[in-house]
């Protein structure tokens, strides 16, 4: 079952920052982080895996809370290089594919 | 980590034939997934290949269209059938070795005309 994604678009000015919710309707063994440009692949962020536990890098970081199955991702000072499209994935297992989000196009702006 | 070697990066065909995309990984894993992607969506699962048996495929894919090959643990293949230009999408394969991040191949780009 695909999760929900929050907001759908989100325009910032450098510096600024902005969440990004990801939330699911099932147990979930890990929530994935992913960015995406325009014309490239999908790049990972970072991963949460079920334990409820938070982690950063550098100005991005990311929180699970496995009791209500949601994750959200957190962009702190934003940088004009932040821009792209944002997705959680979702797995269910650890054995099983992603299921991705809708996405949440981000535009920062200088 | 791996590298995911996907070809080809872009094709215009004509509707009612096939295409056939290449994924070659650069490490032995044990699943690999493709999925679609339509413009400004997001990432739809076609099915898991595995190899030694029958891919897996997802609600609304069926092999007939889109049969899918997984010969060693290196490479698979995922054959687009009888085209329509609904069928105009990116294309990608991706692996998640050690169950940490997943991986993607660049891509393939489809225009059906």
């Known amino acids: 079952q695909q999760p929900v994604q929050s907001p759908q678009a989100v325009i910032l000015r450098e510096g600024e920052d902005a969440v990004i919710n990801c939330s699911s309707s099932k147990a979930l063994y890990s929530v994935h982080w992913y960015r995406q440009k325009h014309g490239e692949a999908p790049v990972f962020l970072m991963i949460l895996l079920k334990g409820g536990e938070q982690k950063g890098h550098e100005k991005i970081s990311a929180s699970f809370n496995e009791k209500k199955q949601q994750s959200s991702l957190y962009l702190t000072a934003s940088q004009l290089s932040y821009s792209g499209t944002y997705f959680c994935g979702t797995d269910a297992s650890g054995n099983t594919p992603l299921v991705f989000g809708k996405g949440t196009r981000l535009s920062v702006i200088a | 980590s791996a590298v995911i070697s996907q070809k080809p990066s872009r094709d215009i065909c004509q509707r009612g034939t096939s295409l056939t995309i290449q994924c070659q990984v650069d490490?032995?894993?044990?699943?690999m997934f493709w999925y679609r992607q339509q413009p400004g969506q997001s990432l739809t699962l076609i099915a898991t290949a595995n190899q030694g048996s029958e891919a897996t495929y997802e609600s609304g894919f069926v092999i007939d269209k889109f049969p899918i090959s997984r010969p060693n643990l290196t490479f698979s293949t995922l054959t687009v059938s009888n085209m329509s230009p609904e069928d105009s999408s990116i294309y990608l394969c991706s692996v998640i070795p050690g169950a940490t991040e997943a991986f993607f191949g660049q891509g393939t780009r489809l225009t059906v005309v």
């Open positions: 490490s032995q894993v044990t699943m």
